[in-house]
């Protein structure tokens, strides 16, 4: 993270604890325990879009794709108010984020904002948090429509992670949903049978 310009060395007075949180491939992730920050900061209030008009706007579209950004909050410049505020302590020394970290109370209403300042005004991207879908009627204005929000990120400087989309695709999984050309249905991954 330093290496990358995400944090820096810090001589704030704040400092969040550090929590390691194994993952599923047995590696461990740092949290940053920001409670007690939380508990003393200003609610930004950003509205979340309604999910049944999400996939009214999706119905009608006969292409797809899902793109991620590359660890999309650490895109995110932290304003310089809140910089010391968001610092942390490790055995290695004592650190300030200078890109938006996970945890802090504001962080996912701030992203929101931002990913809607850049994509909002697109009738074809829908944005529901980090998750953004890209739809169309034909595939030429699919491909059309991805060089639009290329143009847009790029312009944000905003990097997305190849990888991690998902590219031209007739159906696609939209929040916990498969959507395609002829219907929006379950994700048969999430339905249980009880005998």
């Not at 809140?82 to 984020?97: C, L, N, R």
């Not at 699919?142 to 790029?154: D, M």
Request: glycine residues 4%; positive net charge; hydrophobic residues 40%.
């Amino acid at each position: 993270m330093l290496k990358a310009r995400v944090i820096r060395p810090s001589k704030s007075a704040w400092s969040a604890p550090v929590i390691m949180i194994p993952k599923k491939d047995g590696t461990k992730r740092m949290c940053i325990d920001y409670r007690k920050l939380n508990a003393v900061t200003k609610q930004v209030n950003w509205p979340l879009p309604v999910i049944n008009d999400i996939f009214d706007r999706l119905s009608g579209s006969k292409w797809f794709s899902a793109l991620d950004l590359k660890s999309g909050y650490w895109q995110v410049k932290m304003s310089p108010d809140s910089i010391e505020k968001a610092s942390f302590s490790t055995p290695d020394g004592h650190y300030e984020f200078l890109r938006l970290p996970f945890g802090l109370k504001n962080a996912p209403a701030d992203f929101s904002r931002i990913m809607h300042q850049v994509l909002g005004n697109l009738n074809f991207v829908e944005i529901y948090l980090d998750d953004i879908t890209v739809h169309s009627k034909t595939f030429d204005e699919h491909l059309s429509h991805l060089e639009i929000v290329f143009k847009k990120l790029r312009e944000a400087d905003l990097k997305i992670n190849a990888e991690k989309c998902t590219w031209c695709a007739q159906s696609l999984k939209v929040l916990g949903q498969i959507v395609s050309k002829n219907d929006i249905s379950m994700d048969p991954a999430k339905i249980e049978v009880k005998v």
